[in-house]
């Protein structure tokens, strides 16, 4: 009887085993990577958050990162330049109450290669260890339905060294401006932003970190924080100027050209060559008489 029940409980475990395992081994993940540090003074702890689609094309990724173990002298900021994501209804943020960053984000069109979401930079006047944890993630296939992709990843533990605050706003000036990695006009039939035509962009500052951004369309000046603008003029006929000013006040500048209408220009054309036309045959019927 024993034995029977002693192989019936490993038919359950291998059934489990069976149902389970390819669901982890198959789906996305989502990675903590150490970054090198560019700032020259190596005071901040850089973590990039990547993800691989595993072959599959996401759409949205969003999810919580949490910080077991911070305190509140730890110090969060995020980046998001160069980020295979361009739309940020929920741009990445430290809630220091949470202890945890929350964010959702997006790409028309979709990625299936292993890309940045985005950049965690880690400050703390206090040596010790924090457990980044990846909590209720998940994101969308670009499959018109909207399904659901599980995200799995593994904690990552970070040692941070202890820098003063004081010291590194002290010696560690930001002269440089930021830098734009991404400028694109798109427009998603499938409804977001109603189907309107939106700029997405995305700078990066590896110092001070971008602040904002400042959107000039026309004689309209708008001030933006999650890198996506949702165009004035549909259509694209009036030029667009993005400034974006990192958190020392330095600043880069971007033209997005309108939109030239050749079908305008077309049209003119015919209708000067039609007048012309007509005009060199009157003059040439008035010549004969």
Do not use: C, H
């Not at 430290?94 to 880690?122: M, Q, W």
């Not at 002269?175 to 427009?187: K, L």
């Amino acid at each position: 009887m024993s034995k029977i029940i002693l192989k019936n409980l490993i038919l359950v475990i291998v059934i489990i085993f069976i149902i389970t395992v390819p669901s982890v081994v198959f789906s996305a993940r989502l990675s903590f990577e150490l970054a090198s540090n560019k700032t020259g003074d190596e005071q901040a702890t850089i973590i990039e958050v990547k993800v691989d689609p595993q072959d599959k094309t996401l759409n949205v990724v969003e999810g919580i990162i949490a910080f077991e173990g911070a305190d509140d002298k730890l110090s969060v900021e995020t980046e998001t330049g160069g980020s295979i994501l361009t739309i940020w209804p929920t741009k990445p943020q430290y809630l220091s109450k949470e202890k945890a960053i929350r964010f959702t984000g997006g790409v028309p069109g979709g990625f299936d290669k292993k890309g940045l979401l985005f950049r965690i930079r880690l400050f703390s006047p206090v040596s010790g260890e924090i457990k980044i944890n990846w909590v209720n993630g998940v994101a969308y296939l670009n499959d018109g339905n909207g399904t659901k992709e599980p995200i799995f990843s593994n904690a990552a533990v970070v040692n941070l060294a202890g820098y003063d605050l004081e010291v590194i706003n002290k010696f560690s000036p930001d002269n440089q401006p930021p830098s734009f990695d991404t400028v694109e006009i798109g427009r998603d039939q499938n409804g977001t932003y109603d189907g309107k035509y939106f700029v997405s962009f995305n700078a990066r500052d590896d110092v001070s970190g971008v602040d904002k951004y400042e959107v000039k369309e026309g004689q309209t000046i708008t001030i933006v924080t999650d890198g996506v603008y949702i165009l004035k003029d549909q259509t694209r006929a009036t030029p667009v100027i993005i400034t974006a000013y990192d958190k020392a006040g330095n600043s880069a500048v971007i033209n997005v050209p309108a939109k030239i209408n050749w079908q305008k220009y077309v049209i003119i054309i015919l209708i000067i060559g039609a007048l012309s036309f007509f005009l060199i045959f009157y003059v040439y019927k008035r010549t004969k008489k």
